[in-house]
């Protein structure tokens, strides 16, 4: 629903915007190269340009990782497939110089889902209490965060035409923040003792307390102006 209003408020105030007939009104779209988390990933994005001083984006920008590891004889598997929508509304202090400021907010698609393996034989402590891996059996779970976060960011855009229509260059570096991240998890051994859904819920409180509260974005964008 939100990404929805999100392109609402956009198509509005870009047709608001036209009456005011500024030479420097411009629609613009591009692809884009980005780094967010230390993951790689790409996306697009619309953006209109009001005035020389204001511009609005609307963006997608996919974030994508599987991978499987074994760390302290624990298999450890992860999935994400993200889709997520973010609008900014960008601020240029000095028109020659096209470097800017924006604030926004990003509306962030599936949570990320893992499961845990124990190696057989073995015997592991959850919430200071020993269980053996048959006990234990594999637990799964999903990284909860908020839906929709606040973001920040600054950029540099090159226009190579300057004001006409034509291609750009754009890099800009920005943060998600109040994602508050939380482990959802549990055990799907239905013969576990009944002790082991409450110590896996402990355990998991305690490691949500150690996840990052935000993300960082590097991106890089090549888009056309119209």
């Given at each position: 629903?939100?990404?929805?209003?999100?392109?609402?408020?956009?198509?509005?105030?870009?047709?608001?915007?036209?009456?005011?007939?500024?030479?420097?009104?411009?629609?613009?779209?591009?692809?884009?190269?980005?780094?967010?988390?230390?993951?790689?990933?790409?996306?697009?994005?619309?953006?209109?340009?009001?005035?020389?001083?204001?511009?609005?984006?609307?963006?997608?920008?996919?974030?994508?990782?599987?991978?499987?590891?074994?760390?302290?004889?624990?298999?450890?598997?992860?999935?994400?497939n993200q889709n997520?929508?973010?609008?900014?509304?960008?601020?240029?202090?000095?028109?020659?110089?096209?470097?800017?400021?924006?604030?926004?907010?990003?509306?962030?698609?599936?949570?990320?889902?893992?499961?845990?393996?124990?190696?057989?034989?073995?015997?592991?402590?959850?919430?200071?209490?020993?269980?053996?891996?048959?006990?234990?059996?594999?637990?799964?779970?999903?990284?909860?965060?908020?839906?929709?976060?606040?973001?920040?960011?600054?950029?540099?855009?090159?226009?190579?035409?300057?004001?006409?229509?034509?291609?750009?260059?754009?890099?800009?570096?920005?943060?998600?923040?109040?994602?508050?991240?939380?482990?959802?998890?549990?055990?799907v051994n239905s013969?576990?003792?009944?002790?082991?859904?409450?110590?896996?819920?402990?355990?998991?409180?305690?490691?949500?307390?150690?996840?990052?509260?935000?993300?960082?974005?590097?991106?890089?964008?090549?888009?056309?102006?119209?």
């Amino acid at each position: 629903m939100l990404p929805a209003i999100l392109v609402g408020v956009f198509i509005f105030l870009s047709a608001s915007s036209s009456d005011a007939a500024d030479p420097h009104a411009r629609f613009e779209i591009g692809a884009s190269g980005a780094i967010l988390s230390d993951h790689p990933t790409y996306g697009a994005e619309i953006g209109y340009r009001f005035t020389p001083e204001f511009r609005t984006r609307v963006g997608y920008f996919n974030l994508k990782q599987k991978e499987s590891q074994m760390v302290e004889a624990i298999q450890f598997s992860q999935d994400l497939n993200q889709n997520n929508i973010r609008m900014t509304f960008d601020f240029f202090p000095w028109d020659n110089l096209n470097l800017y400021g924006n604030v926004g907010a990003v509306h962030l698609g599936e949570p990320e889902s893992f499961t845990i393996t124990p190696t057989d034989g073995r015997s592991y402590t959850v919430n200071g209490v020993l269980y053996s891996s048959a006990q234990l059996g594999k637990v799964a779970g999903i990284v909860v965060t908020h839906k929709t976060v606040p973001y920040i960011g600054v950029g540099w855009a090159h226009y190579f035409k300057g004001n006409r229509p034509g291609w750009y260059f754009q890099m800009e570096a920005g943060m998600v923040s109040n994602l508050e991240p939380r482990l959802d998890i549990q055990s799907v051994n239905s013969s576990a003792p009944p002790s082991l859904t409450s110590d896996v819920e402990a355990q998991a409180d305690k490691e949500s307390a150690k996840l990052p509260d935000a993300y960082t974005i590097y991106a890089i964008i090549i888009g056309y102006r119209f």
